[in-house]
């Protein structure tokens, strides 16, 4: 037998359900606030400093900024596979036909300012153990000289297969330039293949 609920009772659950639903609402306002204030530049003034070198007799002082770091543009990249693999582990870029492979005008190019700098983020699939990011100067052929590229990472390739990778390109000093970039897969042993 269920106890029979009096009208106070009913009255202390109203209550206590009233101050969560207005705890709740307080908070995703105040969240809310915070987000709106950090996408609105309400924070600016965060970062100054104020100094007050004058005595009382003299104006107030000026707020003084402190100085900010500009931030390197970010170039993205989305590389997808065609379903044609060109090459595999056993026919990589060391020994195979190099003219199974695409000529480097086929790959995503970009200009590099090493005084601004620039970081480049790129998206897509792998299909083996990892997948390996080169990048080459605009002048070199990778499939004539594959030793030349300026950056040559490998990283574990997701259980997902899909993959977003960032490179701030300062990290690997490379020079002001025209580059071209691409992904490529590579197993446990040997080289990479499938350029793309």
């Avoid at 915070?34 to 000026?62: C, H, I, M, R």
Wanted: net charge negative; hydrophobic share 35%; with cysteine.
């Amino acid at each position: 037998m269920e106890p029979e609920i009096t009208p106070q009772t009913e009255e202390v659950r109203e209550e206590k359900h009233y101050g969560r639903v207005v705890a709740i609402v307080a908070t995703v306002a105040f969240l809310g606030l915070a987000v709106w204030y950090g996408t609105t530049g309400k924070f600016d003034n965060f970062g100054k400093v104020s100094v007050d070198l004058s005595s009382k007799e003299q104006a107030p002082s000026e707020d003084i900024p402190l100085p900010l770091v500009a931030k390197a543009p970010t170039e993205q990249f989305i590389v997808t596979d065609m379903g044609k693999t060109e090459g595999s582990q056993k026919e990589n870029i060391a020994t195979a036909d190099t003219s199974i492979f695409k000529a480097p005008i086929n790959f995503k190019s970009f200009s590099y300012d090493a005084n601004k700098g620039k970081t480049i983020s790129i998206s897509g699939n792998c299909s083996d153990k990892y997948y390996t990011l080169l990048i080459f100067d605009s002048s070199v052929d990778y499939r004539k000289d594959p030793g030349a590229a300026r950056a040559n990472r490998a990283f574990e390739c997701p259980i997902t297969k899909l993959f977003n990778v960032e490179m701030n390109l300062r990290d690997i000093n490379l020079q002001s330039g025209s580059y071209y970039i691409f992904i490529a897969d590579q197993g446990s042993t040997g080289s990479w293949y499938n350029p793309r």
